[in-house]
């Protein structure tokens, strides 16, 4: 079975430009969530969706979006960038609420 | 959700057995505890994933005590491959598992 993949891996932006990122989850698995690693924050959590539906959502401002599609395939989008929105970002992918997370190889963006 | 503390490094030399323990004193009675590695750049990969006494898989064994206070990862005969950041988790085992908490880590540095 395929495992999570991301698009792009890598990816370099200016500041104020947007930017969508794009995450296929294992097939059969219906929630998403994303997550922003950062050297000096770690890995937080971003938001998770499940069945086209934001369930969860983390301390990030409204710049931060994201949605999910009817074949479970998720997207974030990042509006007005920042240099601090410079980071890896890595999606999730689990069978339901209660399933082991398993992680795609991230989305390395780069704000200039 | 029920904070870890783990060591932020451990050495270790090629061949040896690393157990690295992680504290989790405010642990749920429905939680799980997981462990997950991760390379540079690279999405965590799911290890191994208790709820109490031991299990073993191809890659690692988990002990977790009767009071699931701690837990320990047991990694036999490390290789240079086994270089990375490891993260212990407390996850719900109800409801929603998806809002994973990370803490620092332990970083594991193999070597000849």
């Known amino acids: 079975k395929a495992g999570v993949t991301q698009t792009p891996r890598y990816l370099i932006k200016t500041r104020g430009q947007q930017v969508t990122l794009s995450c296929s989850p294992i097939s059969g698995h219906r929630s998403v969530s994303w997550y922003q690693q950062t050297p000096g924050q770690g890995l937080q959590f971003l938001f998770e969706y499940f069945s086209e539906t934001q369930r969860n959502k983390g301390n990030f401002p409204g710049r931060f979006s994201g949605r999910q599609f009817s074949n479970s395939r998720s997207e974030m989008n990042v509006s007005t960038l920042e240099l601090g929105d410079s980071a890896l970002y890595l999606c999730?992918?689990?069978?339901?609420?209660?399933?082991?997370?398993?992680f795609g190889p991230g989305t390395r963006l780069t704000v200039l | 959700l029920a904070k870890t503390t783990q060591p932020i490094s451990m050495d270790s030399y090629e061949g040896q057995e690393v157990n690295i323990t992680c504290s989790h004193n405010?642990?749920?009675?429905?939680?799980?505890i997981t462990w997950y590695q991760q390379f540079p750049s690279q999405g965590p990969r799911f290890i191994i994933q208790?709820?109490?006494t031991k299990v073993t898989n191809e890659v690692a064994s988990l002990f977790i005590p009767a009071d699931r206070k701690s837990s320990t990862l047991s990694l036999p005969r490390v290789s240079l491959s086994d270089t990375a950041v490891y993260y212990c988790l407390v996850v719900p085992r109800v409801g929603t598992a998806s809002k994973l908490t990370f803490g620092t880590g332990t970083r594991l540095q193999v070597t000849l």
């Open positions: 405010n642990i749920a009675t429905n939680d799980y």
């Open positions: 999730a992918s689990s069978w339901g609420a209660e399933g082991t997370q398993y």
């Open positions: 208790g709820y109490k």
